[in-house]
């Protein structure tokens, strides 16, 4: 039985990886900051999957000094390690480029069959933001490295979709540009099974996105109608947006980085290959089912 290490196992990706490895018989080692989240579920339905892995290990991709043995006894690598929220210690630059190129490192040490990098779609497109610059130069020392390798590109996972529930819950959205950019955005467990296909197969390059198309504006429409409410939405011009965004960066560059992906992804389609079944309206109805018994219990037992 093959070994494959998950790193970022923990997230939202990562957890759906961790419960397809195990549906097709591989034995797991889980690479997490911290083994107590694997406990818990997620905040988009990932699953628990403190149960599914075989070994957990701890540690810090910015910190060398805590991966020492990391691949020891694994036969595959997979990444979905990267840096989604503002952090004030870490940038992209050093945990989705410098710290998988660590991983790496770790893994051609340990003999490592084959390492499979879950990047961007469109990257090529979007090299202006600071993340997808960070994502593709991990891509090159991968694809430089020697190592067997496959890059996974996503365009957005159903998680990033909740935001549009989130702001729905508020009762009104901003959005920029004019709504009419697509995208078919993917659920985590059909990413994980065209991730772990990726692992099995001889593809380099493996683009994913979901079943189904929508424009943004049709995105956010799907949002309000999943929790019963009549769509308020503010479409903001492009050149306004970026307007200010030079004057945020003045401010606080993070910020405005994280703007910038906002921006570039609403300027564009975003449609990649579709792949897998399942449906952003199922999900959005199950996210705000979860929410509204959360919100129950929660009251009920002050
Ligand atoms: N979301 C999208 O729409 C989208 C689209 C295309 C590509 N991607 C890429 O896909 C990957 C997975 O995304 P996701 O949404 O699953 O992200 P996520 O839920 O934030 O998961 C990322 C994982 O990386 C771990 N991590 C971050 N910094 C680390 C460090 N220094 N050392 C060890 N682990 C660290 C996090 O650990 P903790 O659990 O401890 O925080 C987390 O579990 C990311 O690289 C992302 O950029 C995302």
């Not at 889980?30 to 075989?54: H, M, T, W, Y």
């Not at 710290?99 to 090529?124: C, P």
């Not at 991730?195 to 979901?210: F, I, N, Q, S």
């Amino acid at each position: 039985m093959q070994t494959v290490l998950v790193a970022g196992a923990a997230g939202y990706l990562g957890r759906h990886i961790v419960v397809e490895l195990k549906r097709r018989g591989y034995r797991v080692r889980a690479f997490v900051r911290d083994g107590r989240k694997l406990k818990q579920s997620g905040p988009f339905l990932e699953p628990a999957v403190d149960g599914l892995v075989d070994e957990v290990f701890e540690g810090d991709a910015t910190r060398p000094e805590t991966l020492r043995g990391l691949c020891r006894g694994v036969d595959l690598v997979v990444s979905a390690m990267g840096l989604t929220h503002p952090d004030a210690r870490m940038t992209p630059e050093s945990v989705d480029h410098q710290g998988n190129r660590r991983i790496l490192e770790q893994a051609l040490e340990a003999g490592v069959g084959k390492f499979v990098y879950v990047s961007v779609f469109h990257a090529g497109e979007m090299m202006e933001v600071e993340t997808v610059r960070a994502h593709e130069a991990f891509v090159r020392d991968l694809e430089s490295s020697g190592m067997e390798y496959a890059v996974v590109r996503p365009n957005g996972y159903f998680s990033d979709m909740a935001m549009f529930l989130k702001a729905a819950r508020v009762g009104f959205m901003v959005w920029i540009g004019d709504g009419r950019s697509r995208i078919n955005p993917i659920h985590g467990a059909d990413l994980a099974g065209v991730t772990v296909d990726a692992l099995e197969g001889t593809e380099r390059e493996v683009e994913a996105g979901g079943p189904e198309t929508f424009t943004y504006r049709e995105l956010l429409e799907l949002a309000f109608e999943a929790l019963g409410k009549k769509p308020r939405i503010l479409f903001i011009p492009l050149r306004v947006a970026e307007a200010v965004l030079s004057v945020i960066g003045r401010f606080s560059p993070k910020l405005a980085a994280l703007g910038s992906f906002a921006v570039a992804v609403a300027g564009m389609d975003n449609c990649a290959p579709p792949h897998g079944s399942r449906r952003l309206g199922a999900f959005y109805r199950e996210l705000s089912a979860r929410e509204k018994r959360n919100h129950t219990t929660s009251h009920q037992e002050i």
